[in-house]
């Protein structure tokens, strides 16, 4: 018992636990200050300029209910969009996601590759995409609807893979010892493991592809984003926060329709 | 001293948790109080530092009325009363230290906790008392890397850094195995004896009840019905406060090996 | 299978409502889709037009010859971007923390209460990020500042939740131990609270901080500071070798980020 009787413990935590603790504020700070400096962005900016973002926001009030009529076309467009590239991404990702699951793609390489094309396609932004379409295709709904896809079957097959790859392998033991064949095997053992997780997550990117598809407009790709640029650049205000708000209400909508939908699923 | 008069605590959903409960519990005691779950043990307990009010009479603590302390008062109570529990209430991802100089916390002003500031003074208390339960050597391990039994250790060391007067024990032992559970009990019974600590303990196992305790309080339906020294209880007066016969699981076994 | 004996199966316990529920939810995708394709307007004559064609060969091959001797003002547009993240971010999870106390039912036991940090929180979420920038550069101007400003409210929302719910799988056990050692509320908060939260906390936020640098990467298209200025004005000028050039960039950088930020959450939870 005697054998520490001179050590005295420093502190809460080991010496070294400290030290890291030390050197990463150091770090998230100084790195704050920096990034504040180059942005010129410090929190203190946000108070001052409170006035300002007042001031504007009195220029968006009221709303212009009589804008209300234009807006429905495109914000129809905008849904007609994200359902339809919704539905042709969940179609194309999965035999794709087949192939980017480990348990089902033996085959290395080709699981490697499918994952390689898989993180790349993640790292562009969707509008990004939505500008080269633009350029390819000329300005319309068909680029927006083709930029949401490919977005859209990056979030999908990343996500159906995973489910996949976690899937129990026995019951298609269980199903093929009673004599049944593959395409049995499938729809009795694995389908029903995935099939709830696989609708889910597509309402889950469909309510993303909303989003999306909002913003897509900006540059030119349809829906409702093209009212707004265009209305901003005419600074027509109120106009443009009958959009925001009406954009907001039918976002909140769709997503507590799919929430509810997701919900009875799982 | 502790004095129970004519105290009574009815929950809000209706349950009678205590009803009517006279008794005193002297200085130094080591009292183990029996009785099956739901029986009102952990009622009993828990109202001595007011982790529940009762609802009726009062409780006496060195001849004050806990029962209307609110707020610093209260705190400034608890501090003199440790507490251990069944899963040992260890932030399991804080230092062993960490967890025992948070027994300082209702001596440390609010500041000085937030910014870890504590004295040489009580960080040797707390480092002296992880040496009396034999674990300083895991001072600044996680406690999520201990075993059950250290982590129980922990805990009592946490207790004794509030330099307590009473130690509570909410069944310290249901969560151990056997040769675990008997040794928890003996730093408790030890603590006990060498600085005459209160100590109260909820226990169901009847035979390690009769092994540490010098005093035996049976309870059921929230009502006290035994109450006398261990010497003089056998298994015929754990049938009575159990109101059934003795089973093999109200016993914890192990007691023949000296851990 | 004995043919003259009856059997009779147990009827399925299925009520005829879930058969109505779910011929109604049939007719309802159906007609959803009906509408959908009725109603949206693509004009394949342009689209599939010689034009396209042209197109094609004109861009793509510019596409994947980068404009290597832009590298310097991209790279410098990039930092700018990932300091927009960082800082958005940074402010993001620090305004969350409130938030998602107020949300999280086990700690402010006021249903009423909850739902308004609920609702605070659902409302922001429910803003791209763009737009967020499109009022914020309207209220303080075409610059970076209003692009921090979309990323932190935009990640507020997110993170409020995520933290929220941490903050509800938490033990509370470990509050009434403090609670009978004598602790006050605020001791409780940082002895038993934020050890168990704090390692998910930073965790969530390195993980937002991810999608924030992909966020960030577009807020210039509406003049919110950033790369994204330079992919206007390249998309203007029809210059694809830059487009490319700054594609590979984002790609790089995300990717690097994601490799860093996902080694950095292995080590901390």
Request: hydrophobic letters at 50%; one cysteine or more.
């Amino acid at each position: 018992m005697d054998k520490k009787a001179s050590f005295i413990p420093r502190g809460l935590y080991p010496l070294r636990t400290k030290r890291i603790f030390t050197i990463s504020a150091v770090v998230v700070i100084g790195f704050y200050l920096l990034s504040s400096i180059i942005t010129e962005s410090f929190i203190i900016d946000f108070f001052i300029k409170i006035p300002n973002i007042f001031g504007l926001i009195g220029d968006f009030f009221p709303p212009d209910w009589g804008y209300v009529e234009q807006i429905w076309p495109k914000l129809f467009e905008t849904i007609h969009m994200a359902i339809i590239a919704t539905t042709l991404a969940v179609l194309i990702s999965i035999p794709f996601s087949l192939l980017a699951a480990r348990n089902v793609m033996t085959n290395s390489i080709i699981y490697q590759f499918m994952r390689f094309i898989l993180n790349i396609i993640r790292t562009i932004p969707d509008i990004i995409l939505a500008v080269v379409f633009v350029g390819l295709f000329g300005i319309g709904a068909f680029s927006g609807i083709i930029a949401l896809i490919i977005f859209a079957v990056g979030i999908l097959v990343k996500l159906m893979s995973e489910i996949i790859e976690a899937i129990d392998m026995n019951p298609t033991e269980a199903i093929r010892s009673t004599g049944g064949n593959a395409l049995q095997t499938i729809s009795y053992a694995i389908v029903p493991q995935i099939l709830p997780q696989f609708i889910s997550f597509s309402l889950y990117v469909f309510e993303i592809n909303i989003r999306a598809s909002v913003v897509l407009g900006l540059v030119g790709a349809g829906g409702v984003g093209q009212l707004i640029n265009k209305e901003i650049n005419f600074m027509n205000y109120p106009a443009v926060s009958t959009i925001v708000i009406i954009i907001f209400v039918v976002v909140v909508i769709i997503d507590f329709i799919s929430a509810k939908l997701r919900e009875g699923l799982l | 001293m502790i004095e129970f008069q004519n105290v009574s605590l009815v929950y809000p959903n209706g349950t009678q948790g205590l009803k009517d409960i006279n008794i005193k519990i002297n200085q130094g005691e080591f009292v183990v109080i029996v009785g099956l779950s739901g029986a009102g043990k952990s009622t009993f307990i828990r109202s001595i530092n007011r982790l529940v009010t009762p609802t009726d009479g009062a409780l006496l603590v060195d001849s004050n009325d806990i029962l209307r302390l609110k707020g610093k008062e209260l705190r400034k109570l608890r501090t003199k009363i440790g507490m251990i529990f069944q899963n040992y209430n260890l932030v399991r991802r804080s230092t062993v230290m960490k967890n025992v100089i948070s027994g300082r916390l209702g001596y440390t002003g609010t500041w000085k906790s937030i910014f870890n500031i504590f004295s040489k003074e009580e960080q040797l208390l707390a480092y002296e008392n992880l040496k009396r339960v034999n674990i300083e050597e895991k001072l600044y391990n996680r406690a999520d890397e201990l075993s059950g039994g250290q982590q129980q250790r922990v805990s009592i060391a946490r207790v004794l850094t509030q330099q307590p007067k009473l130690i509570l024990a909410d069944e310290p032992v249901a969560s151990l195995d056997p040769p675990t559970s008997h040794q928890v009990m003996q730093y408790l019974k030890q603590i006990n004896q060498e600085d005459h600590i209160t100590t109260i303990v909820n226990l169901h196992f009847i035979d390690m009840a009769i092994e540490y305790a010098d005093r035996i309080i049976g309870m059921r339906a929230g009502e006290i019905v035994f109450d006398g020294p261990a010497s003089e209880v056998t298994e015929k007066t754990f049938e009575e406060i159990y109101g059934r016969s003795i089973r093999e699981e109200d016993k914890r076994g192990g007691g023949e090996i000296d851990g | 299978m004995a043919k003259n004996v009856e059997i009779t199966l147990p009827t399925k316990p299925r009520s005829k409502w879930t058969l109505i529920k779910r011929i109604i939810t049939l007719i309802i995708i159906v007609w959803i889709y009906i509408w959908t394709i009725s109603s949206v307007t693509i004009k394949w004559d342009v689209i599939f037009s010689s034009r396209t064609m042209e197109n094609f060969d004109r861009i793509i091959p510019r596409f994947f010859q980068p404009a290597w001797q832009e590298t310097s003002s991209i790279f410098g547009k990039m930092f700018e971007t990932i300091f927009i993240a960082y800082t958005g971010s940074l402010a993001a999870a620090v305004l969350a923390v409130p938030l998602a106390f107020l949300c999280a039912t086990n700690i402010v036991r006021n249903k009423f209460l909850n739902n308004i940090g609920m609702w605070i929180l659902g409302a922001v979420r429910a803003f791209p990020e763009i737009i967020l920038a499109i009022i914020f550069v309207a209220a303080v101007g075409p610059n970076a500042f209003a692009g921090v400003l979309a990323i932190a409210i935009g990640s507020t929302g997110m993170l409020g939740k995520l933290y929220a719910e941490v903050i509800e799988s938490i033990d509370m056990d470990i509050m009434e131990a403090l609670e009978a050692s004598g602790a006050n509320k605020l001791q409780i908060l940082f002895y038993g609270i934020l050890p168990q939260v704090l390692p998910e906390f930073l965790s969530y936020a390195i993980y937002r901080f991810e999608i924030d640098v992909r966020a960030s990467s577009v807020l210039g298209i509406v003049g919110a500071g950033g790369i994204g200025t330079l992919i206007t004005f390249a998309y203007m000028n029809r210059n694809w070798e830059e487009v490319g050039m700054i594609l590979l960039v984002i790609i790089i950088t995300v990717t690097i980020i994601d490799q860093i930020s996902g080694f950095i959450r292995k080590r901390l939870v």
